[in-house]
């Protein structure tokens, strides 16, 4: 098994090493030829953070500090590094600074350092040690809630404001540490298709899934934060997916009936990982195996009604059971489905498991109402979902059709939906009691 | 091929019992309480307008599939009270709720967990009293229970949750970082607030470990939470309510809170030390399991909250490497 490895991380010697160890090809790529290759090819991207020089580079360093101290014509100026001002800095970030202010104090001529933070989270590898003997060398660490950086003629002034009292700090030569999102991996994310997660960040997006996992099922973006705590663990997840890949792909998987695609694109611009793929020849769309994780939204928003979802095993999806009680509860797998028969155990409510609420659609939702008095859709809470936006989806849905319902002069409120986590099942269980109640009351 | 021990059927022993099963080894998972499922199976979403990302919902799906894996045998009201180390394995004697039970093993793993803060242990902070004083963990079984506007029978006014509450505290004989107190605290605090949004929430800090990436302190106190940066030195507790007392800048502070909340975090489990020389491990400085020669060697891993303190995600990639690692092992002896 080949895997492509592009970007320039401090870690790429680290990683090359394992993979070999481990029995895996490893080619490395230029960033343009990565992106070149095939959709299925899978591929580990390694983008490095983008820092201020003075972290990185001695020879910036030195001629910035020899500039100043010429200037001032002072040796005691402190250096000082700002950390956290616009966003929590991370691990990487943190060890880089501590390195740098401790080789600043283990000069021939030790400079004053001042290390200022909102916090300092240390507690990850050995960063804890690292911190301990910086401290020993003598940098000076501060805490702050607030911090505003002013001009004046010699540098900088730093104002930090903590608990009520304020310090003022001239610095000349002022670090304002930053670690961001380099531009290349922006044109990755997009060309790949892949969405970024919570604070703009493409990797380890989402707590669900490994870390570096991206959403795509062979792209992992392994960036230099994710790999500084416990590389190896990271690593090994990414390997065991690999291997996965190989042997199952995923349970459910959709495929295309050709005769009936009409070639819209719909399916494309819906799949939250990225599986459908234009075919040229065929006048079709087509599912690759591989990257499918059988979510059916592909199938609920096809015109054509051209995706059928099938299990690689070779059952058939199950169907919607005939109505033996008067409400159906459709439970998404992750969430409701999980304590379907305890929470619904004395009701009458017959449940069936989907894989996503992004499967059910208002023509499901009226074909279930034919048999049933009532539908409930229990899915996962808001931004929960396993595939990025099938609750909300689903919400869209279940609103569609109860305008239907109200057009044709029906209830509306024979349809409803529930977002609770299956570690909440008091919400589901209160959910679907007043929904099966409000069904009594009108009986009488 | 021979039978794999795990001890302890938490999310991470969970975790490596299936992709062991899956991996078409035989497992015998053995568990002290009565019922599968370690500390997180009382843990509830922390979810308030959106999901906040606690952790919680990856252990559903692992307790639901232990009930249907093949190759997998659970024991629950076991302990392990004896091992006797052979040439291919070992001989495990277990304490089946009262009965003598012999199994011969190949591996073990071990997923023993961690254990909550003792009750009444509160280091050099004074607490007088207990009502209105909850634990993180009660707070949590709260919130599994909880309705769409209920957490409490009567809705609180001032809420004050204490971080680092029993770790990062030499007194408390605990000097390293829990690292799940704040991340709890803080998603909890969100939920308290989405259901009762009058509710008048004070947070007292230090540290801050692990704090995810962003603007922390700014969105919490844009979003209506007070940070107060502080150790807080005395709690007075009665039916009327909490007054909080710390120290800063030269001064002494007090709030009046209705109910307070002491994060605690994870603490070694009481049995690590009995465990550690059944099985040849060491105990390291803080009380938590280490091996001492390569697992592949002596053929007893640890993982999860056993080697320290973890978040529930760390816990189940952790048990997931090593449980990878050790398939890889009896595949090379069976070939071999």
């Known amino acids: 098994m080949k895997l492509i490895l592009t970007g320039n991380s401090n870690y790429a010697g680290f990683v090359t090493e394992f993979l070999q160890k481990s029995d895996y090809k490893v080619e490395w790529m230029d960033f343009k030829d990565a992106l070149a290759q095939k959709d299925e090819q899978p591929i580990i991207y390694l983008p490095g953070n983008k820092v201020t020089a003075f972290l990185t580079d001695e020879t910036y360093v030195e001629q910035t500090l020899t500039e100043k101290i010429k200037l001032l014509k002072k040796a005691d100026i402190p250096v000082v590094f700002l950390l956290d001002q616009r966003k929590s800095a991370s691990s990487e970030l943190i060890r880089m600074v501590l390195l740098r202010a401790k080789a600043l104090r283990e000069r021939k001529r030790p400079l004053p350092v001042v290390v200022a933070a909102t916090s300092m989270r240390c507690g990850v590898g050995d960063l804890e040690k690292l911190y301990l003997q910086a401290r020993q060398s003598g940098v000076v660490f501060l805490k702050y809630d607030s911090a505003s950086v002013l001009e004046t003629d010699g540098g900088s002034q730093v104002v930090l404001t903590e608990g009520g009292n304020t310090y003022e700090i001239d610095a000349p030569v002022l670090v304002e540490c930053e670690d961001a999102d380099t531009d290349e991996t922006a044109e990755f994310a997009k060309k790949k298709r892949i969405r970024s997660g919570e604070g703009k960040k493409y990797s380890g997006a989402k707590w669900f899934l490994p870390a570096g996992f991206t959403g795509r099922r062979n792209v992992w973006i392994l960036d230099d934060d994710v790999l500084y705590d416990k590389p190896e663990t990271v690593l090994t997840g990414v390997l065991q997916e690999v291997e996965n890949l190989n042997s199952q792909p995923s349970i459910m998987a959709a495929e295309v009936d050709d005769t009936k695609c009409a070639f819209c694109y719909t399916c494309h611009r819906v799949c939250p990982h990225g599986a459908p793929t234009p075919d040229g020849e065929l006048h079709a769309m087509r599912i690759s195996v591989t990257l499918c994780e059988g979510c059916g939204m592909c199938k609920a928003v096809c015109p054509a009604r051209a995706i059928e979802l099938k299990n690689v095993y070779g059952e058939n999806q199950a169907e919607d059971p005939y109505g033996n009680e008067k409400v159906l509860a459709l439970c998404c797998e992750n969430s409701a489905a999980l304590v379907a028969k305890e929470t619904f155990k004395d009701m009458q409510v017959d449940s069936l498991e989907i894989s996503c609420g992004g499967e059910v659609n208002e023509s499901r939702i009226l074909q279930a109402l034919k048999r049933y008095d009532k539908v409930l859709v229990a899915v996962c809470e808001k931004s929960a979902c396993r595939h990025y936006d099938g609750n909300t989806r689903c919400e869209l849905q279940v609103e569609r059709a109860k305008n239907t319902l109200q057009t044709l002069g029906l209830d509306a409120d024979r349809v409803a939906l529930v977002k609770a986590s299956f570690a909440a099942k008091g919400q589901i269980r209160k959910a679907a009691e007043a929904f099966v109640q409000n069904k009594k009351e009108e009986e009488k | ?336």
Request: glycine fraction near 10%; charged fraction near 20%.
């Open chain 2, 1 to 336: 091929m021979k039978k794999i021990l795990i001890i302890g059927s938490g999310a991470a022993g969970c975790a490596a019992a299936l992709s062991l099963a899956e991996a078409g080894i035989p497992v015998l998972m053995i568990e002290k309480a009565k019922s599968v499922g370690g500390k997180t199976a009382v843990y509830g979403c922390k979810a308030g307008a959106s999901c906040t990302q606690c952790g919680v919902c990856l252990t559903g799906p692992l307790f639901s599939r232990i009930k249907e894996a093949f190759n997998l045998e659970i024991l629950c009201e076991t302990s392990l009270s004896e091992l006797i180390r052979e040439e291919d394995g070992f001989t495990a004697i277990l304490n089946s709720a009262g009965e003598k039970l012999e199994v011969k093993v190949g591996q073990i793993f071990v997923a023993s967990g961690f254990s909550h803060l003792p009750v009444g242990d509160s280091g050099n902070l004074r607490i007088s009293g207990t009502s209105s004083i909850i634990y993180g963990e009660q707070l949590e079984s709260a919130l599994r229970d909880r309705t769409s506007n209920k957490v409490f029978d009567t809705a609180p006014g001032r809420v004050g949750f204490v971080f680092c509450f029993g770790s990062r505290n030499p007194s408390h004989g605990v000097s390293y970082c829990s690292k799940v107190c704040c991340g709890y605290a803080t998603r909890s605090a969100k939920a308290l607030k989405s259901i009762y949004p009058d509710v008048e929430i004070s947070m007292f800090f230090m540290d801050l470990q692990s704090v995810k990436a962003g603007d922390y302190l700014k969105e919490m106190r844009e979003a209506g939470f007070e940070m107060i940066r502080c150790r807080p030195n005395r709690i007075d507790a009665s039916e009327k309510g909490v007054q909080i007392y710390w120290e800063n800048n030269g001064g002494v502070h007090k709030k009046e809170l209705d109910l307070c909340v002491l994060c605690g975090g994870i603490r070694p489990n009481e049995d690590n030390v009995l465990l550690a020389e059944l099985l040849g491990l060491s105990v390291d400085e803080d009380g938590f399991l280490a091996t001492v020669l390569p697992s592949e060697q002596t053929g007893v891993w640890v993982a999860g909250t056993a080697r320290g303190p973890m978040n529930i995600s760390d816990a189940i990639a952790d048990a997931k490497v090593k449980a990878t690692r050790m398939a890889q092992c009896v595949k090379r002896e069976v070939s071999t």
